[in-house]
């Protein structure tokens, strides 16, 4: 293998991980936030959401519950219908992160 050729290859490498970062930050960009995403992340703030929960409802509320995301899209879907209006709405992940529980459920 001459010099040019493997010069040749290094540079198609290059250019190969540069498409495929483009690519990936082009699906990052178009990438809706879906229902299950937001039931995941409602899953892994349970703890202080099921405590407000259990203030403003308290014949309602699950007694423990780690899937406390899937419980309100069954149980309450008006509740988790603002959560996920409010985490759609967010701009990027920490824009959501930033989003208290009273604000989500609320």
Known sequence: MTS???TKLLAGVSSQERLTETLHAAWNRRRKWTRTDTAR??????QPLIALFRRLRPGDAP???????YWLKDNAP???DRAHARLAGATDDDARERLLPTELIL
């Open 78 to 80: 008006a509740v988790f």
């Open 41 to 46: 992340h409602l899953n892994d703030r349970a």
């Open 63 to 69: 007694a423990h519950s780690k899937q406390f995301g």
């Open 4 to 6: 040019k050729q493997a």
